[in-house]
């Protein structure tokens, strides 16, 4: 099997273009035209980590942060991130990283997985990612919609939350008349010609439009298609950083502390004042998420659980929250389970494989 295979399994989950704007998520080293001769999930690619990959035999590493963040300008071993690459690429192994796309499908990414340990329910995300929506309209003549609907369909558009082939379908009449060397499917050049056509329309996540415009025109018997793509100010459901949910039944904050280390293993948890309030509405976010306490206070959640929490930050929760800093690793380690569960119920028979380093560069004394 290539790595292109199983990277556009895991870009199906956790699309690219999902990817904060300074995120460098993606094939870091390697090609996806090597053959794959099996994955090891990590939360860090440090060079230990390729060590481990190469004495593992397998020549894939899929890693939440990516290695190469902000660019190379040498590569002469002088930080543990050239001595990562130049082991790579030595070793002929590819670095894949799946960053802040992970983070952003909430469900089936970081955030979700810390939510199901936690036993949150009814989540949704914290910051709604916008702008990733579009509306197409095309136009068919009725006896063509099934498959022009289905080629729409097929290539990934009427999705909306649990339901898939979502649309709405409208009988009207279309006009037209063919120019100079036109060949129209109905109707003569020259003459307006009317026809009973269908307006169908229907939602698409914006990365596929390229390929469902493409598709819709493949199936579509008109020489020249009528569609109209729209951006919408709707936010996609699943898609945005952090999360919010609910405990099923309220808890004792100090029980819900407790809860946290147990679920974490984290050694100390850093957390302001406690509200005396008990704890229902959770709002989280795995790895650096200051950058949302805002939204946690706009939700009213009892608890914003993070990390990478500064000491001004802290007091943003003025009582009305409890913000709990948990570790950054803590807070994604399970990642490193995520991933694999995820590339080996797909990928059956094949050597997916947990790393065993320890990458955490943080220590508790
Ligand atoms: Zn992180």
């Not at 999902?18 to 460098?24: A, F, G, K, L, S």
Request: charged share 20%; with cysteine.
């Amino acid at each position: 099997m290539q790595i292109a295979t199983i990277l556009s399994y895991l870009e199906s989950i956790a699309p690219l273009a999902y990817q904060e704007n300074y995120d460098n998520a993606g094939l870091l080293t390697g090609s996806g035209d090597w053959e794959c001769s099996g994955v090891l999930t990590t939360l860090d690619t440090t060079e230990a980590v390729v060590q481990e990959a190469i004495s593992r035999g397998v020549n894939l590493i899929v890693a939440h942060h990516p290695i190469i963040f902000s660019g190379l300008k040498k590569i002469n071993g002088s930080n543990y991130i050239e001595r990562a690459v130049i082991a790579a690429i030595k070793h002929d192994i590819a670095i894949y990283a799946i960053h802040t796309n992970l983070d952003n499908v909430m469900a089936e990414g970081v955030n979700g997985r810390m939510a199901a340990l936690l036993g949150l329910v009814n989540s949704r995300p914290l910051l709604p990612k916008g702008n990733n929506l579009r509306k197409l309209f095309c136009f068919v003549p009725a006896a063509h919609l099934e498959p022009v609907r289905n080629a729409i369909f097929a290539a990934g558009a009427g999705q909306i939350g649990g339901y898939s082939e979502c649309s709405f379908t409208a009988e009207g009449t279309g006009t037209f008349k063919g120019g100079e060397g036109s060949q129209p499917f109905v109707g003569r050049p020259g003459i307006r010609h009317e026809e009973r056509e269908v307006r169908v329309e229907t939602v698409l996540p914006a990365h596929l439009s390229r390929r469902v415009v493409e598709a819709m025109v493949a199936a579509h018997p008109y020489e020249e298609v009528a569609y109209d793509l729209v951006n919408m100010a709707n936010a996609h459901p699943g898609v945005g950083s952090g999360l919010i949910g609910e405990l099923r039944e309220p808890m004792e904050e100090i029980l819900f502390l407790e809860r946290i280390r147990e679920v974490f293993g984290t050694p100390v948890i850093r957390h302001t004042r406690l509200t005396g309030r008990p704890v229902k509405k959770c709002a989280l976010c795995g790895g650096a998420g200051s950058f949302l306490i805002s939204n946690a206070l706009a939700e009213r959640a009892d608890f914003y659980i993070t990390s990478d929490v500064k000491y001004h930050e802290f007091f943003d929760a003025n009582d009305r929250l409890v913000i709990a800093d948990i570790g950054h690793f803590e807070s994604e380690q399970f990642t490193i389970d995520l991933l694999f569960e995820v590339l080996r119920e797909k990928f059956l028979n094949f050597a997916v494989l947990k790393s065993d380093t320890k990458t955490n560069p943080v220590n508790y004394y």
